[in-house]
């Protein structure tokens, strides 16, 4: 439960994962 935005980026918890930003 640390960074589950690099393996999931469904959630709104990446900095830049893939260039998307959170809804």
Known sequence: M???GLR???RCD???VS???PP
Do not use: E, F, L, N
Request: charged fraction near 35%.
């Open 19 to 21: 260039g998307q930003a």
């Open 8 to 10: 999931q980026p469904k």
């Open 2 to 4: 640390r960074r589950r």
């Open 14 to 16: 990446w900095s830049g």
